[in-house]
């Protein structure tokens, strides 16, 4: 796609900025991508990503759009829905939502998985992220939506940047969890030191978090769940027989990295095995009675609007924390 046009400004802005306003379309880390590529000239020259554009300069546009550099591999989906835009999959703990420089080469994920599904592609975005909307951690399972052409693409986008897309969660943490509902508002941005963590103590292009809670219920040993509040229940959280962990239904008002991850364990309560934000003494402990190996941490229900309807998507626990709570969504 090839554009040139002369620049109509009040006063000098940033080149990203202004073009992601012009173009709707796409992102602002997408026209970024480009600019980087030497895809976008000012005056015939190539610039960077953060110069000022004035009144009057013409720009110059080649936008080359990548095919994915992952190959389609043959990997078993569970799909909760499919239409001719759009797929959500039950996505499975240990696989990644797509290709990361830090993991071996470029295979076994959810992108290579759908490239080897359907051979429709979304252009916006970039090369190793096709389709992905919105992204699930490795080890967190449950539903996750994925557009298969432009325009389902731009719809999702707006729609979660404008928080009409409600996302439930069930996970299971360490300790007793004694407040019935409970919210936390913090900003969260990436660690000082570690570049793999997010926190929110002192974060690095800190952006505004939150999140809800409410207790489902406890776990004692090994015998399930106990369901909270009941009266003349365990609920009471007696001195004798304190439960060991907490259920927890969370709803996110906000999408950041890792955001329940680190909001849950910057108040103490960190998710049961959860590798990078939990307790090592509580992961082993977890491991030893449960055989848990991965974050318990699930994407449970999607609310939101599609073809002018409200739409509700729900799927169950996947087997190994299902058999720790036991218990079904």
């Known amino acids: 796609m090839n554009y040139s046009f002369c620049v109509y400004l009040d006063k000098p802005q940033r080149v990203d900025m202004y073009l992601s306003t012009l173009f709707q379309d796409f992102s602002r880390s997408f026209i ?53 835009n759009l797929i959500i999959v039950n996505k499975d703990a240990w696989i990644n939502t797509h290709p990361v420089p830090w993991e071996e080469g470029k295979t076994w994920t959810l992108v290579n998985a759908l490239l080897y599904h359907t051979k429709n592609l979304a252009t916006i975005g970039w090369e190793e992220r096709p389709w992905i909307v919105h992204r699930l951690d490795k080890d967190t399972s449950g539903l996750i939506m994925i557009a298969k052409n432009d325009k389902m693409m731009k ?22 969890f004694k407040d019935k509902q409970f919210k936390i508002e913090s900003y969260i941005g990436r660690h000082p030191t570690d570049k793999i963590k997010m926190t929110t103590k002192n974060p690095i292009n800190p952006k505004i978090a939150i999140t809800h ?117």
């Open 155 to 176: 719809y999702l986008q707006d729609i979660i940047q404008k928080r009409e897309v409600d996302k439930f969660y069930i996970a299971i943490v360490a300790w007793v």
């Open 213 to 329: 809670w409410e207790v489902l219920g406890y776990i004692y040993d090994n015998i399930g769940m106990i369901p909270p509040f009941v009266k003349g229940g365990r609920g009471f959280l007696d001195n004798e027989n304190s439960p060991k962990y907490t259920i927890l239904k969370i709803k996110l008002e906000t999408g950041r990295t890792h955001q329940i991850r680190v909001h849950l364990s910057s108040i103490w309560f960190p998710i049961i095995w959860d590798k990078v934000y939990g307790n090592a003494d509580i992961n082993k402990e977890v491991m030893k009675e449960y055989w848990l190996e991965r974050q318990a941490l699930h994407s449970y229900k999607l609310w939101f609007e599609l073809y002018w309807k409200r739409v509700e998507f729900v799927w169950e626990l996947k087997y190994d924390m299902k058999k720790i709570i036991n218990f079904s969504i």
């Open 32 to 84: 970024q991508k480009i600019i980087d590529k030497w895809q976008v000239k000012v005056n015939w020259n190539e610039i960077k990503k953060n110069i000022k554009i004035k009144n009057k300069e013409e720009i110059e546009i080649n936008i080359v759009i990548w095919k994915a550099k992952v190959d389609a591999e043959e990997i078993d989906l569970d799909i909760v829905y499919e239409d001719e």
